[in-house]
């Protein structure tokens, strides 16, 4: 008997292990399928530029493809606002679910979109409706899946589960940049152009309605009281964490634009600056991906040791002193090995935010307006400076000026270095793991009704 005893809290312990593995691998599955669907756009972008936009060389094509995706990235306030407010009043999986379905019918859209040599000015317009409806599918996507991911994790370990966040993100960027260099290996570049580009985008459109299903598995993580609370998802009761809104957007604001700027950017930048062909880059930012993806979870792991804030100080100080050099070199050399070394030192030290970028803005709010803080407050951070940052870099170059664009996302580090002073430890006054005293460490009392 002593020896069961012994024994049931360690079954118990695995069982729960077990529930709390499937519970992060059914949210960042649909996680994986929205942000490959999203990075197909940048990805293919190098080839069905021309069949939308005939005019121009190729800087100014791929600047009004940008302009487009950038677009996408301005749909995201509203998405990350409305799946808020669903998240917090109906539920974390009831979110999850409409944002994947959004997504599938904005991936099958562009799959079947007309050309401008077949409905002329109209195509461009289709275009851009139908990355609206990505935007505000991937807009909603974010907070809730922090949310969720930080709430079915076990404390102690809420960065290396909640890391998975990022490495399905991740992991969905590098399974778009694999397809693209699977159908250069296969199809001519002239047979990209013409409609090869439509094939990544109609797997994502499937592979979104398997991950509806996987989905449909989640076990819901916010209670009918919080649920029935008249604050939850509602911006009066967010407004009473506005410094918090304040501090998670100026952290976004700088890991965005250096995420988007090492990543999604990066193979346009060595094809247009460095000069490197177009499948080598395409190969160089795979592999740097796959790194970057595998390196996650050691990151959310790290932050559970040294603690949130000291990562986040991390990030953005390296950040801000390395970015300026580091660009600069990448675009002077065309040794894909030095590149690869460069790229990667990029990649590391971002990893401090990416590791734990969900679970850091969801220790900041309390369950009632969780989502719809991490959401909105990562949406307007991420679509103005995150989305644009591709058309911002192609603009500043073909003006002449592609330096300032460094010196441009290292102001906006050391923005984020700031906020990261300024942001409470998660450990001591987080809603999570903490004693929940967030607004009193940021000079304001807590609201009881939101305690």
Known sequence: MPDIAKAAPSLDDAADRRRRIMAIVGSSSGNLVEWYDFYCYAFFALYFAPVFFPEGDSTGQLLKSAAVFAVG???????????????????????????????????????LLPTYATVGALAPVLLVLARMVQGLSVGGEYGTSATYMSEVAAKGQR?????????????????????????????????LTAWGWRIPFVIGALAAVVALFLRRSLSETMSEE??????????SGLFKHWRAFAVVFAITAGGSLSFYTLTTYMQKYI????????????????VALFVYMVIQ???????????????????????????????TAIGATTDPVLSFGLIMLGLVVISFYTGISGIVKAELFPTQVRALGVGLSYAIANSV????????????????????????????????????????????HGYLDGDGTVEEALGRKTSPALA
């Open 271 to 286: 094809v247009n600056t460095a000069h490197m062909d177009k499948v080598t880059a395409s190969q160089l930012t795979t």
């Open 226 to 235: 919080n649920k029935d609370s008249k604050e939850s998802g509602t911006f």
């Open 385 to 428: 400076f995150g989305g644009t940052a591709e058309a911002i870099a192609l603009w500043l170059k073909q003006a002449g000026a592609e330096s300032s664009f460094f010196w441009y996302v290292a102001v906006m580090l050391a923005a984020s270095f700031v906020a990261s002073l300024l942001m409470p430890n998660p450990k001591r």
């Open 159 to 191: 960065g290396f589960y909640a890391s998975f966040q990022y490495v399905t993100l991740i992991g969905g960027q590098l399974l778009a940049s694999l397809v693209l260099v699977v159908l250069q290996s296969l199809l001519t570049a002239e047979q």
């Open 297 to 327: 979870p050691f990151f959310g792991w790290l932050s559970d040791r040294i603690g949130r804030k000291t990562s986040m100080l991390l990030f953005s100080g390296l950040g801000m002193v390395l970015i300026v050099p580091l660009m």
């Open 73 to 111: 990235f301005f749909m995201r306030p509203i998405g990350g606002w409305l799946f808020g407010r669903i998240a917090d009043r109906l539920g974390r999986k009831t979110s999850l679910m409409i944002s994947v379905l959004m997504m599938c019918g904005g991936s099958l859209a562009i799959a």
